[in-house]
């Protein structure tokens, strides 16, 4: 299956800074991104889709300019949590889907967010 | 209404029980069911993937379709320890709709 990477896997940071999260797939191209945030023992929130080239389509209720995404090509996509607070802190996982048949979603291996 | 309806569990059998995961969903026009399996800290990985009606095998797993009661079914046969983990189903119509997914323990 295709493979997507994201970096860094696990990132502590002070409350108040910003966050960069990259995600990239590997070995296809990704039309779509998706970003989602999990948090304990809980399922997968979606928090945006992001279509190479154009702006993200954030879900209702998650702050456009807290959570900057950027898909600036075929392959990569960034999340960026800016001024970061404790309650920010969960698990990011990033997901992309090509042109395949079966339209399937690959996710990432997840980026743990702890904000002090 | 929800487009996808997951149990949540969690489940607990007994290893090589056969384990049995269930969703519904909302929509007949719906036309890719997949099944993805996330251990506990790690991204969600496919398992299998469905376009039509009816059973598709692969080793241990069956995904089992049926758009005439919109339900999707994913078994596991002989379960191992190794299984436990959180199932999640999705499915695809204009865009993905994922269920809440099911923790499934197999005790050894």
């Known amino acids: 299956g295709a493979v997507v990477s994201q970096h860094p896997s696990w990132v502590i940071c002070k409350s108040g800074t910003s966050v960069k999260i990259e995600c990239r797939s590997l070995?296809?191209?990704?039309?779509?991104m998706f970003w989602y945030r999990q948090f304990p023992k809980q399922s997968l929130m979606l928090m945006a889709t992001?279509?190479?080239?154009?702006?993200?389509?954030?879900e209702q209720g998650v702050e456009k300019d807290k959570f900057l995404i950027n898909h600036a090509s075929l392959t990569l996509s960034t999340l960026t949590v800016t001024s970061a607070h404790p309650e920010d802190s969960s698990f990011y996982i990033c997901?992309?889907?090509?042109?395949?048949?079966?339209?399937?979603?690959?996710f990432g291996p997840g980026t743990r967010l702890t904000v002090l | 209404q929800k487009e996808v309806e997951q149990d949540p569990g969690p489940l607990s059998v007994p290893e090589g029980a056969i384990v049995s995961l269930n969703c519904t969903y909302s929509?007949?026009?719906?036309?890719?069911f997949m099944w993805y399996r996330q251990y506990s800290r790690k991204g969600p990985e496919l398992l299998m993937y469905?376009?039509?009606?009816g059973n598709k095998e692969d080793g241990r797993f069956t995904a089992q379709v049926d758009k005439s009661s919109k339900y999707i079914s994913l078994f596991i046969r002989d379960s191992q320890p190794s299984d436990s983990a959180t199932y999640l189903c999705?499915?695809?119509?204009?865009?993905?709709?994922f269920g809440t997914g099911t923790s499934l323990t197999v005790i050894p």
């Open positions: 997901s992309a889907s090509g042109t395949a048949i079966y339209n399937e979603q690959f």
């Open positions: 070995d296809f191209q990704a039309t779509t």
């Open positions: 992001s279509n190479e080239g154009s702006k993200a389509t954030y």
């Open positions: 929509n007949s026009a719906f036309q890719y």
């Open positions: 469905t376009y039509s009606s």
């Open positions: 999705a499915i695809f119509g204009n865009q993905f709709y």
